[in-house]
């Protein structure tokens, strides 16, 4: 198996990145859950 799998090393994404990642997926998650996020939570929870 060793063959076949191999590690992949990816770093942690800035603080930016995090956030467009997250108000990308926020249109998302708001159809799922049904709920309203607020264009400041994705900073807000990106910053820790």
């Not at 590690?7 to 467009?20: D, K, L, Q, R, Y």
Request: aromatic fraction near 6%; avoid cysteine; charged fraction near 25%.
């Amino acid at each position: 198996l060793e063959r076949r799998f191999q590690p992949i090393f990816i770093g942690e994404p800035s603080v930016e990145a995090t956030v467009e990642m997250l108000r990308g997926l926020r249109p998302k998650y708001e159809a799922h859950h049904k709920i309203k996020i607020s264009d400041v939570a994705p900073a807000v929870n990106a910053i820790g």
